[in-house]
């Protein structure tokens, strides 16, 4: 009896978290604009692909009237342990941020890219979506 209470108090525990990591409000800490893409520093984004998708359908007109006007490539970072020098890891330097901190670790989130038909494409970790001008999404094989 003991190990079923403490099984469901993990199951609960874990449920708990994940829904609170998949929607607990995401912050923007910077932008950063070169031609047309657009670099996105976040403190997080929700866990699963599909709240991140969601997350970026629901926000996008207020972000890119807020910090950029149709970039066609967007990639958020995860601002990790803030800004950085340039050092011997893989880091992502930023022209409009004088040195030495100027750099962030590469740690994608998300991509968003606009297709030449219209369609927006996802990249999330090794999987890739489609949204379709009719708001069809699917995953790309």
Known sequence: MKKRYILFSFIIIVVGLFFYLEYKEVNVIDTHRSGDSLAIIVDHLPL????????????????????ADNPVYITFFAFGDGYQELGKKDRLCFNDINP?????????????????????RFGIDYSAYVRTKNGEITKVK
């Open 100 to 120: 030495p901190k100027n750099c962030i670790d590469k740690n994608i989130l998300m991509s968003v890219s606009r297709m030449r038909n219209g369609d927006l």
């Open 48 to 67: 699963s692909e599909s709240g991140k998708i969601d997350w970026w359908l629901k926000n996008k007109s207020r972000i890119l009237s807020q910090y």
